[in-house]
């Protein structure tokens, strides 16, 4: 059992602890220091905003549409407007300035402080953290909202040492920019940051070369101006609007048919599937058939559609098929689309190159560019839109010793367990947002942030009230959790793609649905079920642990 010397038994120096001051980690230190109680949050980077502190590459923008891409309470959102139903980091970043400028957060947080390790210390009921900056504090709770995202994802590609020109991963772009202009820039990688990167590349390179593994399935973004009036006029809905994107099952306002795609004529489904295109977003993914991600037959009319309508805009036939092809190369939606706003077109352009990984493979990296087995690329800036080892890498990235001294990376290794996607048995007192088995990657940010985000605040103000000072999920709640979570997986077409969904995209991460695949609704109603029963699958004061 870890620290259990006297010296440990001192009271915490803070209620709790919150890392990472993103959509989900400025909510905690805003609604727990409202119950009164003492909080501080650590923030790795300099500023605000968690994933859209760091991403500043070129063309980065959220999938998201506002209002439903921000925090629901009024005072914040009274006086706020954007320029753009899908605005980019800049604005996301004004818009985190903004937050703080009403919630009065920035006195609470540490910045440029990362934590490093955590140790729980038995005697003190209470976690011993230490930071990169050095400091060593206590607390009792440990709330972590480090994002799905933090652990960017650098393959091994032979060679990368050596190149002597410019790499960045996207995760990691240097904050003054890079001006691409007249560049030679080759993109590995083709989610949705490679799709970003690629449109704005193509406004102003000299060349660039997309080197695709498999294709992504994008989605028209289907981008608008908003203006002021119309954002004032639209005001007196967000109250609305925001308690019905808590009612859907993905977190946004499509209200989803019911009905099968497979139950209509074609000609019903091809207008349908033409509306849900206009609408744009992920209104053709979220909003349309019930049973999209679980009949493949349904689900091939979805790609058919969107294949057609992607194919439309390539003028090459060889290109066409590389980028949209006639057999779907697994089932749509199964890996999670991005938006795009000119990416099918800029491939008709001369200084745009597609090189199909799966034909011609990539040998090794250069000194001076990529070199496949179809030949060589040339470049001045590599690109590694590669993505993360994401929804666990970074949790498991923290060196946290739970009440066995084992690290949330031991306790995962053969496969994530937690319970209800917040907690894990052996890390009491500890809880995390946005987590592996949470509705996460299948839930808009910010509801999920709010919805999860008030669960995890009850649940402490429900501990402190009574004066209790120990939680810990039980190995049979986790047990529950977890083949819940794997047999709704095994009903649908998930487990069909190498997606980071399943963790599928880290070589020898275990294949496992990282995320609730159930929907917010169930998710939300399980939550309650284990609260209204007294903290169901949780042990209370270190009974029964
Ligand atoms: P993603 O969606 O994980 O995309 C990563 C891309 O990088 C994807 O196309 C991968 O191909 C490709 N990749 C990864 N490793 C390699 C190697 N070794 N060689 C070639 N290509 C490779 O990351 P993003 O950053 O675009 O998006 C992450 C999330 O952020 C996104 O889902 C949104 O929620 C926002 P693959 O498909 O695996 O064949």
């Known amino acids: 059992m870890a620290g259990t010397s006297a010296t440990h038994r001192a009271p915490p120096d803070y209620d709790v602890v919150v890392v990472g001051a993103g959509f989900a980690g400025l909510y905690q230190l805003r609604r727990l220091r409202e119950e009164g109680l003492s909080v501080i949050a650590l923030e790795a980077g300099s500023g605000m905003g968690g994933i859209w502190h760091w991403n500043c590459y070129p063309g980065a923008r959220v999938d998201s549409h506002v209002p439903l891409y921000e ?7 009274r006086d706020w407007y954007w320029e753009e139903r899908f605005p980019d980091w800049r604005a996301l970043r004004r818009y985190f300035e903004h937050v703080d400028s009403r919630w009065d957060l920035r006195r609470d947080i540490r910045f440029d402080t990362r934590l490093c ?50 790499w960045y991963h996207t995760a990691h772009w240097p904050h003054e920019g890079i001006d691409l202009t007249g560049l030679r820039v080759g993109v590995i990688g083709t989610g949705a940051s490679g799709v970003q990167v690629v449109q704005e590349a193509a406004k102003v390179a000299a060349a660039v070369a997309v080197f695709q593994r498999t294709p ?25 609007i925001f308690r019905r994107r808590t009612e859907t099952n993905s977190g946004f306002d499509y209200p989803g048919s019911g009905e099968s795609a497979l139950a209509v004529s074609e000609a019903e489904r091809q207008a349908t ?84 990984l799966t034909r011609a493979p990539l040998e090794r ?54 319970h209800l996607g917040l907690a894990s048995h052996g890390f009491p007192n500890l809880v995390y947002l946005y ?14 942030a709010e919805v999860q985000g008030d669960w995890v605040v009850e649940l402490i103000s429900h501990l402190a009230q009574r004066g209790m000072t120990r939680i810990e ?73």
Not at 139 to 165: I, M, N, Q, S
Request: hydrophobic share 35%; aromatic share 10%.
């Open 273 to 356: 599937y033409e509306r849900l295109w206009r609408d744009g977003g992920f209104s053709f993914w979220a909003g349309g058939y019930s049973d999209l991600l679980i009949d493949e037959q349904s689900n091939r009319t979805a790609y058919d559609f969107w294949r057609d309508k992607v194919r439309a805009r390539i003028h090459d036939p060889v290109t066409a098929e590389a980028l949209a092809p006639m057999e779907p190369p697994h089932p749509f939606g199964v890996k999670r689309p991005s938006l795009e706003q000119t990416y099918y077109d800029v491939f008709n352009q001369d200084n745009v190159t597609l090189v199909e």
């Open 117 to 166: 390790g955590a140790e729980w210390e038995e005697a003190g009921r209470t976690w011993r953290l230490t930071t990169n900056a050095g400091d060593s504090l206590r607390a009792r709770f440990l709330v972590l909202c480090t994002g799905f995202a933090a652990k960017a994802y650098v393959p091994e590609l032979p060679g990368l040492g050596d190149f002597k020109r410019a």
């Open 473 to 545: 999920a039980t190995a049979e709640a986790e047990q529950g959790w977890r083949d819940k979570v794997h047999g709704i997986a095994s009903m649908t077409l998930f487990p069909r793609a190498d997606s980071w969904y399943m963790g599928a995209n880290i070589p020898g991460k275990p294949r496992e649905m990282l995320n609730w695949p159930g929907g917010l609704q169930q998710y939300m109603a399980e939550c309650r079920l284990v609260a209204e029963g007294g903290y169901r699958g949780f042990a209370l004061d270190g009974k029964g642990v």
């Open 365 to 418: 990296i250069t000194p001076t560019g990529v070199r496949t087995s179809g030949g060589g690329h040339h470049l001045d800036l590599l690109v590694l839109a590669t993505g993360f080892d994401a929804v666990t890498g970074g949790l498991t990235g923290i060196d946290i010793r739970g009440s066995r001294g084992t690290s949330l990376g031991e306790h995962w290794h053969r496969g994530v367990r937690t």
């Open 435 to 448: 987590g592996p088995q949470s509705p996460s990657g299948f839930c808009n940010g910010p509801t999920c």
């Open 216 to 240: 992504i399935m994008a989605l028209a973004m289907q981008q608008r101006a908003l203006t002021r009036t119309g954002q004032d006029a639209a005001k007196a809905r967000y109250p609305e």
């Open 71 to 77: 925090y629901s309470d009024e005072a914040v959102w």
